[in-house]
Structures are given as C-alpha cells and as structure tokens.
C-alpha cells in the first residue's frame, strides 16, 4: 500500500508564526491586535462555531489592519522572507522522507512565507498548500483606512479573552470577554462588512481547519491513497479538523509540540526540539502502516526505534537523541488531559512565550 508524507509547517517543521511577526512588524503595537484576534478566533472556531468560519481565519481577519498601515504584496514577500527559523533537524527530515514517500506541507500561512521556507528547506513549492494573498488587489479608501487604525488604537487596549477549560458556549466567558467578544464580533460581521474593506473578508480563504482536510483529500487524489494511507503531523487549532478526519478514516494523526486542539484530536502527541522523531514515525508509517507507528509509540525506546531501521539511520537516531529519545505517548482518555499540559508547555519552550500560546 502506498503512503504519504502530510505536515503542517508552522510548528512542525518551523518556529514562526509568519502572521503574528507581520503584524508585529507592521502595525503599532500589532502584537497585542494579533494576540487578540487570535484569541478571537478560537472562540469563533471552537466556541461560538460560527457558520462558515474556519480555525486559522485569523489571518484574513488581520489583512485589512495590516493594508491600512501600508502592507503591500512586496513587503509580505520582503519580511516574510526575513529570519525563518527551522526546527532543528527540518531540512534533513524533509529530505530523508522524501526519498521515501510522497511529502507534502498543508499550512495556513501566507504564499509568502511558504514560498520562502520551501527554498530554504530545499522543498518542492508544487507540495506545498497555503493561503493566497495578492494584497494588492484590494483597494481601499484612506477614510476606510483612518477608520481601521482608529479600531487598532482602540482593541490593543482590550485584553484577550480566556477560554476556560471544558468551555462550550460564550456564556462560559467572563462578562467582561463577552463584551470584548461583541465588540469585535460587530466590527468585523457588520461594520467592515459594509466597507469596501469587507471584501478582504469575503474573498481571502485561509487553508485551515476543513480546508486542510481539503487539501488533504486533494493529495489523496493526486497520490491514489485513501486517508489509510496518510500521515499527518500538526500543532495547533487549523489542525484540529485534518487530525480528526485522518484519525477517524484510518491514518495516524500525530500533534507535535501541539497546544491542546491538536492533542484533543491527534492519535499520538511527540514534545520535541527536533524533527527527527517526525522522520522515525512516518518511516514507520511507510513500512508497516499504522500498526507499526502504534506498536512503535506504545513500546517507545532505544531498542524498539533502532530494530527498526538500517545502521545509517540508527547512527543518526543515537547521534540526536543519545541519553534519551523524545516524548512519543498514544493518546487516551487518561492521559490527555496531562498531554494537553505538557505539549502546551513544551510547545512555548521550542516556539517562544509569544508564538507558543497563539492558537
């Protein structure tokens, strides 16, 4: 049976969060915004479950700030290119598997920062799925771009709603989040909605949550695999969907370094500051499918890795990993909540403070 090879790249393979640098970069004090809206956007995906919105439309929704503080296509493609961070051991594992079975990259973020890590990762940019952004070709009037910065001024004052744990209606936030929820719930659904601005809105399609599984579906068909076939490593709230839908259909749906969305959904959860430990699983996966990725996760060690596999690989494994190997833990009932913990974490001590806590 034939196998493929399906990651995100945004915690996975890099450290980034490409739209929060930009915002950050961009607009005053655009770290607050971003952090936000990002916080905005799990209560919109996982709480409120707002028709038609999607986990990772966050990106969209920042598009018309960062227009209205002069962002162009140009310098998307300018600081989006500017220090991409690999997690250790990414380039190599992306080419090891490679060598093995077909290799894709479904991620949220902008062409611009995908394109770019492709190149640096020596990555077919034809394997790889993301958002479009021709920034340019929305055009919009300088008092719809007044009236935008006059928002920002306004919401990087409020604080981030909290979303507490077991969480399933918007009557389980404070009042103080539900009124911060209803602010920008009227900014973006009915305010931008009759501005020109509000066709960013409506036409940008971020690849996350179903559009993930999508593209997913899309690879099965290019590869002629059923979701038996796949693999898949993700990390955080757009994964959540792709994970469920691998794991339910027969693939093996790994969270790295993944916050509790992707725990929630994902089979097995690995914590590590390196990528090798993807390369070891999805090898497994290519030789003995989904059995063989359980029977490795369930009797994890040196021993059990090192049968696995030839002397080249095994002279790696112990050069990586020589005290210990990462964690790698199948998922149950019993232990996810102590997961959940764990990854989230470990998540912020490999991506940062800042990045790690973003959805």
Partial sequence: ????????????????????????????????????????????????????????????????????????????RKLSAEDIKLVKGAEDTLSLL???????????????????????????????????????RFKIPEWESEKLREW??????????????????????????????????????????RMTAGNILREIRPVGGLEKVEAIRDIMSKCKVSAAGVIYFGDS?????????????????????????AVREAEIAVLSDHTLVIGILALAFQKGGIDAVRDLAMNWSHKKV?????????????????SRLPKVEVINENNKRRLMKESCSFRKKVRGEIAGSLG
């Fill in 152 to 193: 920002t001024r306004r919401l990087v004052k409020l604080t981030p709603p909290t979303i507490p744990p077991d969480a399933d209606s918007i009557q389980d936030l404070t009042c103080e989040d539900r009124a911060t929820v209803a602010l920008l719930d009227e900014i973006f659904w009915d305010e931008m909605q």
């Fill in 237 to 261: 709230i757009t994964d959540a969907e792709p994970l469920k839908y691998v794991r339910k259909n027969g693939g093996v749906a790994v969270s790295f370094n993944g916050n509790e969305y």
């Fill in 1 to 76: 049976m034939r196998r493929v090879f399906v990651s995100d790249c945004e915690g996975p393979i890099s450290k980034n969060d490409n739209a929060f640098e930009l915002a950050k970069k961009l607009i005053p004090e655009g770290a607050s915004l971003f952090r936000l809206i990002s916080r905005y956007d799990d209560v919109q995906a996982d709480i409120v479950h707002r028709p038609g919105y999607r986990p990772g439309d966050t990106l969209k929704l920042i598009v018309p700030f960062l227009k209205a503080h002069g962002a162009t296509n140009e310098t998307l």
């Fill in 98 to 136: 490679a060598k093995h079975m077909p290799s894709f990259i479904v991620s949220t973020s902008y062409e611009y920062y995908v394109k770019s890590l492709c190149k640096i990762a020596g990555f077919p940019e034809e394997n790889a799925y993301c958002t479009g952004l021709d920034l340019d």
């Fill in 306 to 322: 090192t049968r696995m596999f030839n002397s080249g690989l095994n002279t790696k494994i112990r050069s990586v990993y020589r």
